[in-house]
């Protein structure tokens, strides 16, 4: 059957991993991230569990989200300490919402004088209310922040309660440049409302914005998503409900049908701007390089 228990409202009474119990715990793909090659041994942390923002985006499948739970910056720092011990300086965390621990000044303060190197990701409208995080985190060891981006057509982010804007997304990535930082897009191709025009914003956002990193991923509406509960209400219709089928990086085609909409359309369109992102020919400098040839 389904056990459920009760969330944990102390996290700092959870143990550090053991990492001495996985064989080769640590990994030389992770802070490079995914298509960009090896670096150097890097360990993932969560500092929070939880996100602010309610209700949710309707394609987050997170269902224990308020109230947001913290570690302590004593425990944080303490794990911290403790990879390093087993030469572990390079972590990935993996809030959803780095940039809004209560103590997140002190967090910063604490993690400068362990001269590590992190990456992290949160919302692009936190970072427009508090800008002058960007900078704090850069001066701690930040080295790349990751934004869901999620779609650069205002209609498909109102329509999935995203509650920012283009606008907003271009502002932050903005900051976060400005503050010495790598700056990651995240993507999700197949939303409810995506169009044809969706597809030609998707690539005049990157181009404009001159983003540093991407991911692409394929929409995937997961059980305890508003999408699943109620795909009616936005316009999608659920094809396939084997999960094993079931991930957001679908390889054989969507799981889901926007009503109205051609399903080999839709797929077409994931793949065309997938091939445009990965052959980088958006990139300033490249367009350079070519027309000075």
């Not at 459920?4 to 996985?22: F, G, H, N, T």
């Not at 983003?211 to 509960?229: E, H, L, M, N, R």
Request: glycine share 6%.
């Amino acid at each position: 059957g389904i056990v459920k228990a009760e969330r944990i409202s102390d996290l700092d009474q959870i143990p550090y991993p053991a990492w001495d119990m996985v064989n080769n715990p640590f990994s030389d793909t992770l802070f490079p991230g995914e298509k960009y090659g090896k670096g150097e041994l890097a360990a993932t942390l969560i500092t929070s569990r939880g996100c602010p923002m309610t209700p949710p985006c309707s394609f987050c499948g997170n269902i224990h989200q308020i109230p947001v739970r913290f570690r302590s910056v004593e425990n944080i720092i303490g794990e911290l300490k403790a990879l390093t011990m087993l030469g572990v300086r390079y972590f990935r965390f993996e809030d959803d919402c780095f940039t809004i621990h209560p103590q997140f000044e002190t967090l910063c303060n604490q993690m400068s004088k362990l001269i590590i190197k992190y990456k992290a990701h949160t919302r692009s409208d936190l970072i427009v209310q508090k800008p002058q995080r960007a900078r704090m985190m850069f001066d701690s060891g930040c080295e790349e922040f990751s934004l869901g981006v999620e779609s650069a057509d205002d209609d498909v982010l109102f329509l999935n309660n995203k509650r920012e804007t283009v606008a907003i997304h271009k502002k932050a990535i903005s900051i976060l440049k400005n503050a010495g930082l790598r700056v990651k897009a995240y993507f999700i191709m197949g939303l409810p409302g995506e169009t044809d025009k969706t597809l030609g914003l998707n690539k005049q956002f990157v181009i404009d914005t001159q983003i540093d990193k991407w991911t692409v991923s394929t929409f995937c509406p997961y059980p305890g998503c508003a999408v699943y509960q109620s795909p009616g209400k936005f316009g999608i219709e659920i094809l396939n409900k084997d999960f094993s089928k079931w991930w957001n990086f679908c390889i054989e085609g969507y799981n889901h049908q926007i009503i109205g909409q051609d399903h080999r359309r839709m797929w077409t369109r994931y793949k065309e701007f997938y091939d445009f992102m990965a052959k980088k020919e958006w990139r300033k400098n490249e367009i350079c390089q070519k027309e000075s040839i």
